[in-house]
């Protein structure tokens, strides 16, 4: 879920940040030289971004952390989380002193803020001259990326929800969705926000893209800050546009979750429309796409006989597909195709031949499963008619 903004257009945070506007031009003291040291930040920043070295952009971090505007700050972590991102492998370690200082310095900095009086709805020019909206946004998202272990997060989230509360219509749709789902991510609920949220998005549904539909439904749901008719709107909206925009696996996959885990069922076409495009692009879902859609449907005992013979099929035909299994991707599809069958789907044969290929996976996966995976496993593999002797890896 979230696809992170960028830090802004490097412009100087001086009265956001308590710095004294001289009036002058020259050296530091001036506004016109704060920002130009801003940007002469930011552009060093990005240049080390650019070349994938992550030790230089920490170097950087240490060297310039006490003269970063908020930009600066909110790119340097962007930039950060983006390596994690892309990387898979690599992790920002909590005791790197580099990174330390700068989460220091994104506390003073928010700090300062709420000080200044940035939270107040009255200051929304300066708050928006200085693109701080972007940057609330981009540190929540980039927080929420870097999931960085055993770091306390309580204090920068209270203090980001204090500031956007009060400016909620600078919000672009993207840096709205990335806010919500950064606070969803470090599991730092805002109650107040996440519901002044819901009043902004339900006034104005279409600038919000269908990826900022979907993760908004993901945030709101793994929150547990939701009004149901809010989640019945934007996954109607999303719906509609089907058949005429783009879509991605994950989307739907995050649509499907969130409908699931709340226990809302749609109206019926909605569920057609997001099956049917479901169908068409199941070449392109990873495991874990296919798995959690699969459960989601048969969660909401919603029977879709086309998309569950299509994902049967695929499994068998996908050897590369069936090594990327992991338990939890077992049990949500072997408990899925349970609960089709038991709905009497016409899918039944497919589902079927899925198991013989689905069975020596999970024999491979069985001492990797955990008591609940294992029961979900056994209960499937019952149910749906697997007998003794009839499967050497079912008897194991």
């Keep these: 879920g979230g696809g992170g903004g960028g830090g802004g257009k490097g412009r100087g945070a001086a009265k956001a940040r308590g710095r004294k506007d001289d009036g002058g031009g020259g050296g530091r003291g001036g506004k016109s030289g704060v920002i130009a040291q801003a940007k002469y930040i930011n552009m060093v920043i990005c240049k080390a971004a650019d070349r994938g070295d992550v030790q230089s952009l920490l170097n950087i971090v240490a060297t310039q952390v006490g003269d970063m505007s908020c930009v600066n700050l909110s790119t340097a ?4 989380a983006r390596f994690a991102k892309m990387d898979g492998k690599w992790s920002i370690s909590p005791g790197d002193a580099r990174f330390v200082a700068l989460h220091s310095q994104i506390q003073v900095e928010l700090r300062r803020q709420v000080q200044n009086g940035c939270a107040m709805a009255s200051n929304n020019a300066l708050v928006c001259e200085e693109s701080l909206p972007r940057c609330w946004s981009t540190l929540a998202w980039a927080y929420g990326t870097l999931q960085v272990k055993g770091l306390d997060l309580a204090g920068v989230f209270r203090m980001i929800g204090q500031l956007s509360l009060a400016h909620m219509p600078s919000f672009k749709p993207l840096e709205l969705t990335n806010l919500l789902w950064g606070f969803a991510k470090v599991k730092v609920t805002d109650h107040q926000l996440f519901q002044a949220s819901t009043q902004h998005i339900l006034s104005d549904l279409t600038p919000f893209s269908s990826s900022n ?3 908004l439904i993901w945030a709101v749901v793994t929150a547990q800050v939701y009004d149901p008719e809010m989640v019945q709107r934007v996954v109607e909206e999303f719906a509609s546009r089907l058949r005429t925009s ?8 995050n649509l499907m979750w969130g409908l699931a885990t709340a226990k809302l069922h749609p109206k019926a076409h909605v569920l057609f429309e997001v099956g049917g495009r479901a169908l068409q692009l199941l070449p392109e879902f990873k495991l874990q796409e296919l798995s959690i859609t699969c459960w989601s449907f048969s969660r909401l005992r919603a029977r879709y006989d086309r998309l569950f013979v299509g994902a049967a099929l695929h499994l068998c035909s996908s050897p590369a597909l069936l090594q990327q299994i992991h338990p939890q991707g077992m049990a949500n599809l072997l408990w899925a195709f349970e609960k089709q069958t038991a709905m009497g789907s016409a899918a039944a044969e497919q589902i079927v031949a899925a198991l013989s290929a689905l069975i ?3 024999l491979a996966l069985l001492k990797q499963l955990k008591p609940q995976e294992f029961a979900c496993v056994f209960r499937a593999l019952a149910r749906m008619g697997v007998q003794w002797g009839g499967s050497p890896e079912a008897d194991v």
């Design 360 to 362: 020596p996976r999970c």
């Design 246 to 253: 783009e879509v991605k696996p994950v989307e739907l996959t």
């Design 77 to 80: 972590i962007h930039k950060l």
């Design 213 to 215: 539909l979907s993760t």
